[in-house]
């Protein structure tokens, strides 16, 4: 059984379009991650839930609206999209009530903006 | 905020030779030290963690040190195989605040057979 899983593994679209990507993980943990990964394989965190409140919101345009229906999801919509939201996408959790629990991530999510 | 750097950013060892990488940090708060591996294709995985009331931790083929007066830690690989070829990221994390993770730049260790 996959932990973390994300969908789409590939997504293709064109400037301007909305896209969608959605996380699942299976561990029973309460604290999701959205990182971004370049094309230099630089990971940044974009944002961070807790028990579906977010608590973590870095510097990241609001274009991108992640939402937790519940502790086990974590989406990420983004509207209007650019040539420089082309990366890899990642999903990560951890059990958040226990300091250092390892990060869990998907296999990520390769979005291409053409 | 915290800052990771990380070096070399590409790594070449013969097999059954030994691959170091290192990280230095900037925030003096941070006390949780994570290395991930990167294949292609997939997520980061953890590998070896160290927290700061720690100098040195090991499992296996892998260790990491810590040095946190110089705020610096190292990931040895001993007797590398060509399965250890991967992506290497540190990490540091405080537990002040969201305990937010902060990645170094990642090292592209490449075994040469």
């Known amino acids: 059984d996959t932990a973390v899983s994300q969908t789409p593994k590939y997504l293709v679209t064109q400037m301007g379009n909305d896209k969608s990507i959605k996380c699942e993980q299976n561990?029973?943990?309460?604290?999701m991650y959205w990182y971004k990964q370049d094309s230099k394989k630089f990971l940044k965190i974009m944002f961070s839930?807790?028990?579906?409140?977010?608590?973590i919101n870095e510097t990241v345009p609001n274009r991108f609206s992640p939402k937790s229906p519940d502790k086990a999801h974590l989406n990420l919509h983004i509207n209007s999209l650019e040539l420089g939201d082309s990366a890899v996408y990642f999903c990560?959790?951890?059990?958040?009530?226990?300091?250092?629990?390892?990060?869990?991530f998907g296999n990520g999510t390769r979005l291409t903006v053409t | 905020g915290e800052n990771v750097e990380q070096h070399p950013s590409t790594l070449s060892v013969q097999e059954g030779d030994s691959a170091v990488i290192k990280c230095t940090y900037s925030d003096s708060a941070s006390n949780y030290f994570p290395w991930y591996k990167q294949e292609l294709g997939k997520g980061p995985q953890l590998i070896i963690d160290?927290?700061?009331?720690?100098g040195e931790k090991k499992d296996q083929r892998i260790a990491v040190t810590l040095n946190k007066t110089a705020k610096h830690f190292s990931l040895h690989i001993t007797e590398t195989q060509p399965e250890d070829s991967a992506v290497y990221f540190c990490a540091a994390s405080s537990r002040t605040g969201n305990e937010k993770l902060t990645f170094g730049t990642g090292t592209r260790l490449t075994i040469i057979p």
């Open positions: 561990l029973g943990h309460d604290t």
């Open positions: 160290i927290r700061s009331n720690v």
């Open positions: 990560a959790s951890r059990s958040g009530g226990l300091f250092g629990s390892p990060l869990h």
């Open positions: 839930y807790n028990n579906k409140e977010l608590i």
